[in-house]
């Protein structure tokens, strides 16, 4: 039986990747800080996946276990793992690489065999990224092992995983719907056959695709729905004002995407009536301040909102709700969130011309640097 390592036993490890991997015959280990999880995955072994759609089901996750991602156990781990995956958020792949690079470097000294490590997060390129930080703690010789011996396939992940509560803490509730896409050549060695995992060799398409429309739509519905004082992305999506706003960034990305890539425009329209319906979703309920958390990250200029609204602009196609959600964001006032705390405190030290162009990277110069200006003063 294979070893696979899930780095991260948040919702998103335990609800979507390592569910998919337990079901597709590995022997599951989740790796994590976090000793009261890793402690219960070690008593118990299993948790329930609760999917949280009309029709309401239950899935058992069995065989599982646990090691501390800082303790001793994780580098051996590695070395003999026939899989890595993470889901622990793009902030921390800086902080997993160099464990990483402790097990690649046990690899290579055991001349082991092909390891894979696939990076799931919200990120472009995050495979790429934690290639890349693993490399800076690598020897050259095990540099050269890595080159042969160790793929990093960028991946795109979809699946709506929000806070649940259970009888057990191990238990997760996830919507129905769910897309992993991993791109093919990028594999070392026979490409691992994974439930659930779509393969393609285009992958930059499908995760623009993915962060430009779900992962935008999802945060401009926060941003504005917290405007108005909703509480959920259900609630939000369901205030017809907002909805029409969402809709209408949702459709100027995928106008671009449609032109730059050459998906088919109908059922692109397809995908944006989808993911509307998902964010309606009764039996989820998403929280605006979960959703709208580290707006700083999600203003950077390749990410969800300012990304799409540049390549919009670039292919001289109307992008004005996409900025209408940039503006929202730096309005987004949450004391609880740093990131918010920190754009806030910008604005006010500096006043919000100065503030856009620290947070989206945009000079005084671009058009839509004004045009955010102004969008944000027409929210007060």
């Not at 050259?140 to 995983?161: C, T």
């Not at 609204?309 to 001289?316: F, I, P, V």
Request: overall charge negative.
């Amino acid at each position: 039986m294979p070893t696979a390592i899930q780095f991260g036993a948040g919702n998103i490890g335990r609800g979507f990747i390592g569910a998919l991997l337990v079901q597709s015959g590995y022997k599951l280990i989740f790796a994590d800080v976090n000793e009261k999880v890793i402690n219960a995955l070690r008593e118990q072994g299993e948790y329930t996946i609760h999917i949280m759609d009309l029709d309401k089901r239950e899935e058992k996750v069995s065989g599982v276990t646990g090691i501390l991602s800082n303790g001793p156990d994780i580098v051996p781990a590695i070395a003999s793992a026939d899989l890595i995956t993470t889901a622990v958020g793009p902030n921390v792949l800086k902080i997993i690489a160099g464990t990483l690079a402790q097990g690649i470097e046990a690899r290579a000294k055991a001349n082991a065999g092909n390891l894979n490590i696939i990076a799931c997060e919200n990120m472009v390129g995050a495979s790429s990224f934690l290639k890349e930080q693993v490399y800076t703690h690598l020897s050259d010789e095990s540099k050269k092992y890595a080159d042969q011996h160790v793929g990093f396939p960028n991946s795109s992940v979809d699946r709506i995983v929000p806070p649940f509560t259970g009888e057990n803490p191990l238990d997760v509730g996830v919507e129905a719907f769910y897309e992993w896409i991993v791109e093919e050549p990028a594999f070392k060695g026979p490409v691992p056959r994974i439930e659930g995992m779509k393969l393609t060799d285009n992958l930059v398409a499908y995760v623009q695709r993915k962060l430009f429309t779900l992962n935008s739509g999802h945060a401009i519905t926060a941003y504005l729905g917290n405007r108005k004082g909703h509480q959920t992305v259900e609630d939000s999506i369901n205030d017809p004002e907002i909805q029409g706003y969402v809709l209408a960034a949702m459709r100027q990305s995928g106008a671009a995407l449609v032109k730059l890539y050459g998906f088919d425009e109908a059922e692109h329209e397809k995908y944006i009536q989808k993911i509307a319906k998902r964010f309606q979703n009764p039996h989820i309920r998403d929280e605006v301040l979960r959703v709208g958390r580290e707006p700083l990250r999600k203003l950077g200029a390749k990410d969800r909102i300012i990304g799409p609204a540049q390549m919009a602009a670039d292919l001289g196609l109307p992008h004005d709700a996409l900025l209408r959600g940039a503006a929202a964001a730096l309005r987004y006032d949450n004391p609880e969130d740093p990131q918010s705390v920190q754009v806030q405190s910008l604005i006010k030290d500096k006043g919000i011309e100065a503030a856009v162009i620290e947070t989206t990277g945009l000079s005084a110069e671009n058009p839509m640097h004004a045009q955010i200006v102004a969008a944000y003063k027409a929210l007060e």
